[in-house]
């Protein structure tokens, strides 16, 4: 089972709301990832959790806030969105830092 | 910095037609090079893993390739449900901490019947 899952699937927001986006994997991986994606564009790294802890930030503004609450668990906590920041985010995990990391299928985000 | 260039950026066959796709790389060490197939409105679906020069994976009509400036995905007669943009990643030392993928703008594949 290489099953990654994501709520919601799909995200409406104002620019004054919080919100918090969720994915879970039960694969027991100790690397997860956030990526975030806009139309015919690649996926861009966001974040990385390897083994519970943050490793890497690229350099993501302060709205989007990450958390590992457990191993099995990631959250994505926005707040204040831009327009601009419309996309399909997409987590992912993979059993180790540096092997082959498996996508859930997604939540389409977008700011009004 | 790591970069990934694919080629071409669209591609359209008719079933039954074989042919290449290429990802180039420049990477400071190469950890993993990896493949992946995206359908529209979904997370990309996990294809292949390379790690070194030589190394040769397959899975049905798909077989990839890797040399130590690019990698191949060739598609041998292809029907309309390998549609898809395939995406080429790679994942380079960084000095020892976690890294996310470095992703090609992929090739956006059609398959005509």
């Known amino acids: 089972d290489t099953e990654v899952t994501q709520t919601p699937k799909h995200l409406v927001m104002g620019m004054t709301n919080k919100k918090s986006l969720k994915c879970e994997q039960h694969?027991?991986?100790?690397?997860m990832y956030w990526y975030k994606q806009k139309a015919k564009k690649p996926p861009e790294l966001m974040f990385v959790?390897?083994?519970?802890?943050?490793?890497i930030n690229e350099s993501v503004p302060s709205r989007f806030s990450p958390e590992c609450p457990n191993s099995s668990l990631l959250n994505l906590h926005l707040h204040a969105l831009q327009p601009e920041d419309s996309a399909l985010y997409l987590c992912?995990?993979?059993?180790?830092?540096?092997?082959?990391?498996?996508f859930g299928p997604g939540t389409r985000l977008t700011v009004t | 910095e790591d970069q990934v260039t694919q080629s071409p950026e669209a591609l359209r066959l008719q079933e039954g037609e074989s042919s290449s796709l290429n990802c180039s790389y420049t990477?400071?060490?190469?950890?993993?090079l990896f493949w992946y197939r995206q359908d529209p409105g979904k997370g990309p679906e996990f294809l292949f893993t390379?790690?070194?020069a030589g190394e040769e994976k397959e899975k049905e009509r798909l077989k990839a390739t890797l040399t130590k400036k690019e990698s191949f995905l060739h598609i041998t007669a292809p029907k309309p449900e390998d549609s898809a943009t395939y995406l080429c990643?790679?994942?380079?030392?960084?000095?020892?901490?976690?890294?996310?993928?470095?992703f090609g703008k992929g090739t956006h594949l059609i398959i005509q019947p």
């Open positions: 992912a995990s993979s059993q180790d830092p540096f092997l082959e990391q498996y």
């Open positions: 694969m027991g991986h100790r690397a």
């Open positions: 959790y390897s083994y519970e802890k943050l490793s």
């Open positions: 990477v400071s060490g190469l950890r993993g």
């Open positions: 390379l790690y070194s």
């Open positions: 990643a790679v994942q380079g030392y960084s000095g020892g901490g976690a890294d996310g993928l470095t």
